[in-house]
């Protein structure tokens, strides 16, 4: 009887490293597919929307899960571990100072309109991401990356805590402070 | 802060949340606000990478993991089984060919192989120098390979190759005789 693969769906991110050690391409793929999306965004937000940087950065990151998966750790997530190398290059882009702070760059090409009757309040939604998208940009490197971690990649605090190397106190002062910062720069915009 | 999500309006938070927000929020529009900012955050669209990392990673993956073909591995095999099976052949035949024609020459042909044939007078010269000796040495050993015989030994065997060198020395020796 032939077994046939029908991929590895069901596979956890620690057993789908595993089987990247022993060459699985379908088990790659499938962990690209679940976190590519994710970390590029992440990836962006951090470097301004530095959408060059943040292409070389997220195929650095993916260049090292291939040649060196046994530098996995297997007693932490993937999850986890995958946003600190994450956020370990990032740190290492700010450190080379090639990153130009303040720009916003292709942010209007991610938000397209539909031409559905629901038009102004797409425009408000719009409006309002264009706004939180600058906002965050302004905030300081370690407000953004737990705002990021949190709101819109949707992490615990525990997680953040691991991946930041700061305890989930500091995390949650920082994340509050995020907010408020947040909160006052959009003070303008009426959320119904 | 995630029991945000589960309240509609401002006032349906406690004291305590109430507190807790201060900061943030202290009536129903900047509760809205705050809530929409969260929600909004938690719903930010996918940003797809482009399509080249994809095909870089790929080429990058097939290179690290690259592994033979399995029909190259089967030839592979099957030459070596050859290349093996061959000088074991080799072997044995080298092996087994002295002791083959050793056992040959022994137990098939009686006959023991003459060397070249020496001239009388050459003969007459050999036999004037050893002249008493090779009989005599004959003799005394029983005939031939007499000294190597032991007790219990194939009989049939000894007596006909004893017989077989008895007949030819007493040839030689006739021949040597008459030669005299």
Known sequence: MRIVKTGFVDYSDEDLMLAIQQGEKL??????????????????KMLWYNEVRAQDLLQDLFAKIITQPGL????????????TIASNLCKNEFKRNEVRKGTVNGVEQFYSLSSDANVEKEVHERQFRD????????????????????????????EIAEITEANEGTVKSRLFYAIKKLADTLHMFEYA | MDWIFKKTS???????????????????????????????SEQSLPEPPPAHIRTNLDALFDATYTKPAPQKQVKRFRLTYIILAAAAV???????????????????????????????????????????RCITSFASNGGGYGRFRKKGFSEGRNQTSSHFIQGKCAEFGSNICGSI
């Open chain 1, 131 to 158: 706004a939180l998208t600058e906002a965050l940009m302004k905030l300081d490197t370690k407000h953004r990356q737990v705002f990021v971690l949190k709101h819109m990649d949707g992490l615990s605090i525990k």
């Open chain 2, 10 to 40: 401002y006032s349906a938070l406690s004291t305590s949340e109430k507190e807790a927000l201060a900061d943030l929020c202290n009536d129903e529009a900047s509760f809205a606000r705050l809530k929409g900012l969260l929600e909004l």
């Open chain 2, 90 to 132: 080799i072997g044995v035949i080298f092996l087994l060919f002295p002791w083959t024609t050793n056992r040959g020459n022994g137990n098939n042909s009686p006959k023991v192989a003459k060397g070249p044939q020496t001239p009388k007078n050459e003969q007459t010269e050999i036999v004037s120098k050893f002249r008493g």
């Open chain 1, 27 to 44: 088990a790659f793929n499938e962990l690209y597919t679940r976190y590519s999306d994710k970390l590029y965004g992440y990836i962006l």
């Open chain 1, 72 to 83: 996995f750790d297997t007693e932490r997530t993937f999850k986890t571990w995958v946003y």
